[in-house]
């Protein structure tokens, strides 16, 4: 085994020796199914004919009108099924554990939308189905609690560390590490040990392939500006490797929470507060302290506030290929609602800090631009969050009556 | 050097013992009479594990000692000067135990100086396989430290070798998959498994993963050359208190 799975010096395989020789078949797998032309013919038709790709790219006219600027185009990921970009890592995935005959398959999630891919997948493909969730992304997501159970997974809810995504991931490695036999773990984002960043970028560069040739269809040039919000940064890199050699500016939005100067926040890119170490398998921005402690993270949005980010991302703010700012949870609540009023899209919480920093941007960009936002997930999830940053009053009167109801 | 403090002891006894705690774990005063407790009852050696926010190897023993020793403010300069102490005070060979990360972020080279200059033989770092590890190798090596790298039962035979020609001091067997903490049944399944590790290194053997009692021992004597208790005496402390652990080291009759 050579060392392997590096981005300028950002990645790696950090694993327990228990895990060594599974992450070997994982990659042997993995390799030969990326340079098997007819691999990614499968998958193109499965994602085709069970989550309506290719997923269309629509001109948000009013928005355009509105800031009197770029054209501004949305790439529809919420219009997959399970209405995220995370199905798309999911099913590539279960191609590869159909591949090594395993029989369960386990998941961390945040947001719960890469829970419910997961559970999708398992039940569509027969697989036994385990989700690893944070105790208090559980309270924030429950209806995606609720679709994982009736899709038959079993959610596994995660009483350790910060009670979020990266302790989700770690319940999910503890899991792995007994039952790699018949297992197969399947990690959501880019980020992980080797070969898992390369590999669902791969899967998710299906986004990025679309848009270019949507936008080249539809307009006859490029973009100038793509954003992407960015959580481990698996939407972000499905859509920017589209256009990573075009004279395409690339913007990665990640969760600003109260403020950067807060300390409240998931910044790991945009920010100064993070550190490179290793964790949880790889080499990459952390929020830690000076000890290699990890750090509480905060955002509005579940599916965005880890405290590591993809390598890959990593070397393209090194290299300054990728620009990467931040929106604030109150930037995010605003941008949300004018993408509901004016265009009637519903962005998830997440995919909306892609919006905010579009809008914050677009005054200053000509008529003649074009502006990409990647739409990873749609915002039906985030009922009860929205409700309340919205302080819904009639939302509130219904769950008050169906609180009633049920004790009655 | 760690190496031969083991050939010498094991001399003298079948199998030695060693355990293993978390630094800060109820706290830091504690943590020093357990240790103490431990030597006066026959320890032969020992792995101190600085705390660490992902311990992804251990189970909810381990993992959650490690979260409340953080909680209660433990710090790595903190850990390394009760390691010290330690160290001057007890004559058995201590060790680290803890993640990459912990060495990474402190500066691998400064922390292999420091085992060194306070006395500590040796580390073992669980997320951290030969092929990662240049740097670590490197600086443990001109420091005169023993790496310990871990065998599991997943590990080909070609790899055993591999592994074992980066280690030092001895090899650590994992008993079994999973994380720390879990039983083990220590049958015939293992002697299979033990006999392939020895095969692949002429370094001292320990098991480790849920060893907890006398018969456990029993079992491994004369199959591997030291048992390793992690979860066990911290499960003890957690329900009975320090007090009992001095008893307990005891009923092992190494
Ligand atoms: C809708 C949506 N967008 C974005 C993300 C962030 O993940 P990533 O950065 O991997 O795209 C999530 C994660 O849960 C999500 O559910």
């Known amino acids: 085994m050579i060392k392997r799975g590096y981005y300028d010096g950002f990645g790696g395989a950090f694993l327990p020796e228990i895990l060594v020789a599974t992450f070997n078949e994982l990659d042997n797998v993995f390799a030969q199914a990326k340079k098997d032309p007819a691999f990614w013919e499968e998958y193109k038709e499965i994602m085709s004919d069970y989550s309506c790709r290719p997923t269309p790219l629509t001109f948000a006219e009013n928005l355009t009108r509105h800031f009197g600027g770029p054209r501004i185009y949305v790439k529809r990921e919420d219009l997959n099924h399970t209405g995220a970009h995370k199905a798309n890592n999911v099913m590539g995935q279960g191609l590869l554990v159909k591949r090594m005959g395993k029989t369960r398959v386990i998941a961390e999630t945040g947001a719960g939308q890469h829970g419910v891919a997961t559970a999708t997948m398992a039940a569509k493909f027969g697989f036994k189905c385990t989700i690893y969730m944070g105790e208090v992304d559980m309270l924030r997501q429950r209806p995606n609690v609720f679709w994982m159970e009736r899709l038959g997974a079993e959610v596994i809810p995660v009483l350790d560390g910060t009670k979020i995504l990266k302790d989700a991931i770690n319940e999910a490695f503890r899991d792995w590490v007994k039952n790699m036999d018949t297992t197969h773990y399947v990690l959501g984002t880019a980020c992980g040990p080797h070969p898992f960043p390369e590999m669902v970028s791969f899967f998710q560069s299906i986004i990025g392939k679309e848009a270019r040739k949507q936008i080249l269809e539809k307009e006859g040039r490029l973009p100038a500006r793509v954003y992407a919000c960015v959580g481990g940064g698996s939407n972000a890199l499905g859509i920017f490797q589209g256009f990573l050699d075009d004279p395409v500016e690339l913007v990665g939005v990640e969760a600003g929470g109260l403020g950067l100067n807060s300390g409240r926040h998931a910044s790991r890119l945009a920010s100064k507060d993070a550190s490179i170490g290793i964790a949880q398998g790889y080499k990459t921005y952390f929020l830690q302290n000076n000890d290699g402690q990890m750090r509480e993270t905060h955002s509005v949005a579940a599916g965005l506030d880890y405290v590591g980010v993809s390598p890959i991302l990593a070397k393209l703010k090194e290299n300054g290929r990728v620009r990467f700012e931040s929106a604030t949870d109150k930037e995010v609540i605003d941008a949300l609602s004018m993408a509901m009023k004016k265009e009637g899209l519903i962005p998830a919480l997440e995919s909306a800090h892609a919006f905010a920093q579009a809008f914050k941007e677009a005054p200053q960009l000509s008529k003649k631009d074009i502006i990409i936002i990647n739409q990873s997930g749609r915002g039906d999830k985030d009922i009860f969050t929205i409700a309340d940053a919205f302080n819904d009053p009639s939302w509130r009167e219904f769950i008050k009556g169906k609180a009633e109801e049920y004790n009655a | ?254």
Do not use: W
């Open chain 2, 1 to 254: 050097m760690l190496e031969s403090y083991l050939l010498k002891k094991l001399q003298e006894k079948k199998i030695l013992l060693m355990t293993h705690i978390v630094l800060g774990y109820p706290n830091f005063e504690d943590s020093f009479r357990i240790i103490e407790t431990m030597v006066n009852a026959g320890v032969d050696l020992m792995e101190l594990q600085i705390p660490f926010s992902e311990p992804v190897a251990d189970g909810p023993v381990i993992l959650h000692a490690n979260q409340k020793s953080l909680a209660a403010g433990a710090r790595v300069e903190r850990c390394l000067d009760m390691a010290e102490k330690v160290a001057e005070s007890f004559d058995i060979p201590f060790l680290f135990m803890s993640y990459y990360n912990i060495l990474f972020k402190y500066g691998v080279d400064k922390f292999t100086k420091k085992m060194s200059d306070i006395g500590i033989y040796g580390a073992i770092v669980p997320d951290l396989p030969p092929e990662e590890g240049d740097a670590y190798l490197k600086a443990m090596t001109k420091n005169n430290l023993a790496p310990i790298f871990i065998f599991s039962p997943t590990t080909p035979d070609e790899r055993l070798k591999y592994l074992a020609s980066f280690g030092d001091g001895f090899i650590y067997c994992v008993a079994r998959k999973g994380v720390t903490g879990k039983n083990t049944s220590f049958s015939k399944d293992l002697n299979s498994y033990l006999a392939k590790c020895r095969k692949a290194t002429k370094l001292p053997l320990a098991l480790g993963f849920g060893v907890k009692e006398k018969k456990d021992i029993d079992f491994l004597k004369g199959k591997v050359d030291i048992a390793v208790i992690g979860s066990e005496t911290i499960r003890l402390v957690d329900n009975q208190g320090v007090g009992v652990v001095g008893d307990f080291i005891k009923s092992l009759k190494i």
